[in-house]
């Protein structure tokens, strides 16, 4: 339930404590000195966790946890979240319409994993072998290098409208809610595939560090809307290594396979409990509400 994406403190001090040990005791210390918590997610995603966590904190520690998202779907203008995007906006939303529903792979891994040159040259050509139209966003400082792109990728698949890549920033939220998107490929980061989720679209799942394997586990095997590309291996920053053939047959099974149809349809239903969940009197709605008149209590009493 708490997913906490921490930072690289690798440096070790003088007594031997690393400075993730130490952001790991400041958390605990600052959860425990807290009223409670306040969760990005909704309680019909995550309910038997929910109802877990919150005896948990009742009984245990005196302390409440309230669910108030997704949040992404609580912003109006969909094409802001983060950073500015690296792409005209009105360019990517053209280019999705001129295709077919459910058609489009959406390929990104966060704004912090890496891959090496051999990896990224993995993907390029698992998505092209594969077939299907995609969105890619490549996180390199330096655009202009494009030496490990397999020759003549860009200007295949550009000019036969097979593919786009963002270098840098994409406007996420705007594709993802896209109909004609019909897959994530996702770190599993929890905003994303939050996200993914609030859109409803299935996850092609690539996880890399943090709690990520837990909610590819969770994406899979209790949501059952996503399907793995074989990552093993947790890495700090780099990504685990996976072929391109790996890449290509994933791609197939959640994009065109017998289980896409499946994962679509319970996809779409929990979309829909998202955004039930913030209207009026939904369980997000309630729990925003419940927290305001909480915190409203604790300053009365302290006037």
């Not at 302390?63 to 009105?90: F, H, M, T």
Request: glycine residues 8%; neutral net charge; hydrophobic residues 35%.
């Amino acid at each position: 339930m708490t997913r906490l994406l921490l930072p690289d403190y690798a440096k070790t001090d003088g007594d031997g404590e690393t400075g993730l040990t130490r952001v790991l005791q400041e958390i605990k210390e600052s959860e425990l000195a807290s009223y409670g918590m306040i969760v990005n997610s909704f309680y019909e995603l995550e309910q038997v966790y929910a109802d877990y966590y919150d005896k948990q904190l009742l009984q245990v520690q005196g302390r409440r946890a309230w669910y108030i998202g997704p949040l992404s779907l609580c912003n109006q203008d969909k094409g802001k979240r983060g950073k500015q995007a690296s792409v005209d906006q009105g360019g990517i939303l053209k280019w999705l319409d001129s295709k077919k529903a459910n058609s489009v792979v959406y390929v990104c891994f966060g704004s912090i994993a890496n891959f090496s040159e051999t990896q990224l040259r993995e993907i390029a050509r698992g998505l092209e072998d594969s077939g299907q139209q995609f969105i890619w966003v490549v996180r390199r400082s330096d655009k202009d290098d494009k030496g490990w792109l397999p020759e003549g990728f860009e200007t295949r698949t550009t000019s036969e409208g097979r593919g786009v890549i963002i270098w840098g920033w994409a406007p996420q939220v705007l594709i993802l809610d896209h109909q004609t998107v019909g897959a994530f490929v996702t770190h599993c980061g929890w905003n994303s595939t939050l996200e993914a989720v609030s859109a409803g679209v299935p996850m092609l799942t690539w996880p890399v560090s943090a709690e990520q394997f837990y909610n590819e586990k969770f994406v899979t095997d209790i949501l059952q809307i996503g399907v793995p590309v074989g990552v093993k291996k947790w890495n700090r920053i780099v990504g685990d290594n996976i072929t391109s053939n790996a890449l290509q047959k994933a791609l197939h099974r959640i994009m065109i396979g017998e289980e896409a149809e499946p994962m679509r349809n319970r996809a779409h239903k929990l979309a829909q409990m998202a955004t039930t969940a913030l209207q009026h009197n939904g369980s997000s709605y309630c729990h925003f509400t419940h927290l305001i008149q909480h915190l409203r209590s604790i300053a009365s009493l302290q006037n």
